[in-house]
């Protein structure tokens, strides 16, 4: 019996984790415990951003097809 490593609800759960851990050094950096010089910061801030909701489609695209649908 094979058991992959990259099943999609695998795929779910580590994006889940990414998602949070990523959330988290936003909120840092929007409250700038974590902060940057200059023009820095905004471009850091607005790259986790688009960051977070491209990941945020794809872990809802995973849990949808995995969960709901079942095309994998």
């Not at 415990?33 to 695209?61: D, E, M, N, Y």
Request: net charge positive.
């Amino acid at each position: 019996m094979v058991v992959l490593v990259f099943q999609p609800l695998y795929l779910v759960v580590i994006a889940g984790i990414f998602l949070y851990l990523l959330l988290v050094f936003e909120v840092l950096v929007g409250l700038r415990v974590i902060s940057f010089k200059g023009p820095a910061h905004w471009r850091t801030h607005k790259a986790i951003a688009f960051t977070l909701a491209g990941l945020a489609l794809v872990h809802g695209l995973f849990a949808l097809g995995t969960l709901v649908f079942a095309w994998f």
